[in-house]
């Protein structure tokens, strides 16, 4: 197997660990070494652990970059538009959407970032057994995140890239790691997930104080999209009953109005399973700082350019992902989702008509409402240290909703043979919210689907667009070519090509992926 040298220092210089606070993930940095002799305790492999999951609200911006999953993933799909200022704004981007991605342009800061992650999860992993006067629950429960936490960065790692380095031991400085196959890395992935779900390690529900930390739910559905992107038919019923355990444990359900769900009021409703922190306040993370804990950049790209006289949305955005009109179209006019998950800037300026802005590249007038930066969501510095307010909005990012559950649910069904009438109820519940109905309403009838793969991407569409999710349904659903074939869309180009600074760093040894 070809041994790859891979260069991230910053996986190597992991100085700084993170303590809990009221809403987990809102930190406050202390300035811990690592050492041999440190991971002594409890509270020492605790902090560790909140390393680890620092890493998650780095994508949206770090190391000069920018890389909000939702949006790079969304940008290959037939949903959004690259926006910004010009066409060369972020040129990843613009490369990315036409596939034309090449080494040099190759969101190669995610890449640091999810092997830092992956860095800090080994960390945990390969130290908690130097720790002292830990309950054996209490160890399987670190351990069981930190597996998690791994097996999330590698899954981005896997689903961008493919074929990938990968190591769950912690080298030295000057290292050289296995790469493996895509299938190879599936496999290793599938195997931390399994450990983390199995025997009752994670709880089903966390406290609110705890929100933010990994849940059983939480490791299922991150299986359970591993497996089907994969495509792995033999494990389809068992992820499937994973669904089915979620479903059943009335821990979760439909947060009834569409809109709000995407409000501070939405965060950790009763739908969330799974979000990504982000907080405005206390936060010293800064554009020279963007490692720090605090809110995110991610509102700031995609907001409305010169937005001026609006109650609802804050100006200053730079214009990024603005919508197709033909996502918009595509919604039922009764469909609450339709305007409670994208703006329509013509409607919208009918309500409010003193609102405006200036159009920015590639405009269409239709913006991601999800996620637009709200009045107010990054301006409560009370106290501590100010970060940069662009950088620094309070949007969580939803990872995983009970919505999908149901969806997962009913295709898994569908693909397995099994109850018509289970797959419809899923299906349907998630359609019943969208038009504010009861499921039994005569009223709703006409708006019922049969599950079938053909209803389910259209649904899947629907419920998460602008999400992240379009791309990645297209590809395995092999909708792909013909959706995105006359972007430039091949199977070959499933996979991004690996940063060049890697294959540089490399000297021959890392296998680049066709593209």
């Not at 929100?211 to 494990?235: F, H, P, S």
């Not at 009953?241 to 979760?252: A, C, F, G, P, V």
Request: glycine letters at 6%; hydrophobic letters at 35%; charged letters at 25%.
């Amino acid at each position: 197997m070809k041994k790859l040298r891979i260069i991230l220092a910053i996986i190597l210089a992991v100085s700084n660990f993170s303590g809990c606070s009221d809403k987990f993930l809102e930190v406050t940095p202390t300035t811990l070494e690592l050492a041999e002799f440190y991971y002594s305790n409890e509270d020492e492999i605790t902090q560790a652990l909140m390393s680890a999951y620092a890493v998650l609200q780095w994508p949206d911006f770090v190391f000069g970059e920018y890389g909000p999953l939702p949006f790079v993933s969304d940008i290959m799909s037939d949903d959004v538009r690259v926006g910004g200022a010009h066409v060369n704004d972020i040129p990843v981007f613009s490369q990315m959407r036409f596939f034309q991605a090449s080494s040099e342009f190759t969101l190669s800061a995610l890449w640091v970032s999810f092997y830092s992650g992956v860095y800090r999860a080994n960390t945990v992993i390969n130290n908690i057994d130097k720790v002292k006067n830990i309950s054996s629950f209490q160890k399987n429960r670190i351990l069981a995140e930190a597996y998690t936490l791994r097996a999330y960065y590698y899954f981005w790692l896997w689903k961008l890239w493919g074929n990938i380095p990968y190591y769950d031991k912690n080298p030295e400085d000057d290292f050289y790691v296995p790469q493996f196959s895509a299938d190879e890395v599936y496999k290793r992935i599938l195997s931390d997930l399994n450990f983390a779900i199995q025997n009752d390690k994670l709880p089903f529900s966390v406290p609110n104080a705890q929100k933010g930390r990994i849940t059983k739910a939480t490791a299922q559905m991150l299986k359970a999209n591993l497996v089907m992107y994969q495509k792995d038919e033999t494990l389809y019923q068992e992820v499937l009953n994973d669904m089915r355990e979620i479903i059943q444990s009335d821990l979760y359900s439909l947060y009834p109005n569409c809109s709000n769900l995407w409000e501070d009021i939405g965060e950790w409703c009763s739908e969330s399973i799974f979000e990504i922190n982000y907080t405005d306040h206390p936060s010293d993370r800064g554009w020279g700082n963007p490692t720090k804990a605090g809110g995110s950049v991610y509102p700031t790209l995609i907001g409305i350019n010169a937005l001026v006289n609006s109650p609802h949305y804050a100006g200053g955005g730079y214009g990024f992902e603005p919508v197709e009109r033909s996502l918009y179209d595509l919604y039922d006019d009764a469909d609450q989702r339709k305007d409670g998950g994208i703006l329509n800037f013509v409607k919208y300026k009918q309500t409010y008509p003193q609102a405006s802005y200036v159009p920015r590249y590639d405009d269409t007038g239709y913006f991601n409402r999800k996620y637009l930066p709200r009045l107010n969501g990054n301006d409560k510095f009370v106290g501590g240290q100010q970060g940069d307010a662009d950088i620094n909005f309070r949007n969580n990012y939803r990872v995983f909703r009970y919505a999908e559950t149901l969806l997962i649910a009913s295709e898994l069904i569908v693909r397995t043979g099994g109850s018509q009438e289970e797959a419809d109820l899923y299906l349907n519940q998630v359609r019943a919210r969208a038009f504010q109905k009861d499921i039994n309403d005569p009223e709703f009838s006409s708006k019922k689907r049969v599950a079938t793969l053909d209803n389910l991407l259209i649904e899947n569409r629907l419920e998460f667009a602008c999400e992240g999710h379009r791309f990645w349904d297209l590809v395995r659903y092999e909708k792909a070519v013909e959706v995105l074939g006359d972007r430039g869309y091949t199977p070959n180009k499933k996979h991004l090509p690996i940063p060049q600074s890697e294959i540089d760093q490399a000297k021959g040894t890392l296998k680049q992926n066709p593209y």
